[in-house]
């Protein structure tokens, strides 16, 4: 901190320039984590054993496939922006580049994925 500029420190801002928000988005990922998944495994647990009717039925409620399309969204977006970090500390030059896209269609992929599968239950 010793060798950040007075400007730099008074913007929030590190040499690469992105630091800050992605910081931010960690956190602010995390704590809405901290809501969503004992909402998720409460109202996933409810359902949990019923026949594909009353799962059909379940889902069809918004309620319950909101907060599993929230926890999916979320889930993936913080894995992202983990592994993104976990890249960029132990892959180098382009395999690192090549990592990051790869990692990133893959999250949100997987996401759309999951948005979908609910929404083709509760629709």
Do not use: C
Not at 69 to 80: E, M, P, Y
């Amino acid at each position: 901190m010793a060798y950040m500029t007075d400007r730099k420190r008074a913007l929030g801002l590190g040499s690469a320039k992105t630091g800050t928000g992605h910081f931010w988005a960690m956190k602010v990922s995390s704590l809405a984590l901290l809501v969503l998944i004992p909402l998720f495994v409460f109202t996933f647990g409810s359902a949990l054993g019923g026949t594909y009717e009353e799962i059909l039925a379940y889902y069809a409620r918004p309620f319950p496939a909101i907060v599993a399309a929230l926890t999916l969204i979320v889930g993936f977006k913080h894995f992202n922006d983990g592994v993104q970090v976990l890249i960029e500390d132990y892959v180098h030059g382009l395999a690192n580049k090549v990592a990051i896209i790869v990692m990133t269609i893959i999250s949100y992929g997987a996401a759309a994925i999951g948005v979908f599968a609910i929404a083709k239950l509760a629709l």
